[in-house]
């Protein structure tokens, strides 16, 4: 396991104890960035964007995981959209 994946493991149980907690979001997003799952720290920064609409570094980070989003070459990208396509279905057949 990378330190980026212990650090997803331990911002997610921030944000399932303390869902109000921003920096879960923010260390949520950063791990993700750290992992090059983009789509997912967008929402994990947007989802702390939610709870402070004015913080201004978590729009900040938030806009460069858009940017790097934008940077992927297309088979990331296809892959990002397979998994997308993967978490609809899932959550179409709950």
Same mark, same amino acid.
């Given at each position: 396991?990378?330190? %980026?994946?212990?650090?997803?493991?331990? %911002?997610?149980?921030?944000?399932?104890?303390?869902?109000?907690?921003?920096k879960?979001?923010?260390?949520?997003?950063? %791990?993700?960035?750290?992992?090059k799952?983009?789509?997912?720290?967008?929402?994990?920064?947007?989802?702390?964007?939610?709870?402070?609409?004015?913080?201004?570094?978590?729009?900040?980070?938030?806009?460069?995981?858009?940017?790097?989003?934008?940077?992927?070459?297309?088979?990331?990208?296809?892959?990002?959209?397979?998994?997308?396509?993967?978490?609809?279905?899932?959550?179409?057949?709950?």
């Amino acid at each position: 396991m990378t330190e %980026a994946d212990k650090a997803l493991r331990d %911002a997610n149980t921030c944000i399932k104890l303390r869902p109000e907690w921003l920096k879960g979001y923010y260390r949520k997003g950063s %791990a993700l960035m750290s992992l090059k799952e983009y789509k997912e720290a967008c929402d994990a920064f947007e989802a702390g964007l939610k709870l402070d609409p004015g913080n201004t570094e978590l729009e900040k980070v938030f806009q460069e995981a858009v940017e790097a989003m934008k940077r992927m070459t297309w088979p990331e990208k296809e892959k990002m959209l397979q998994a997308i396509q993967l978490e609809k279905t899932d959550t179409e057949n709950v």
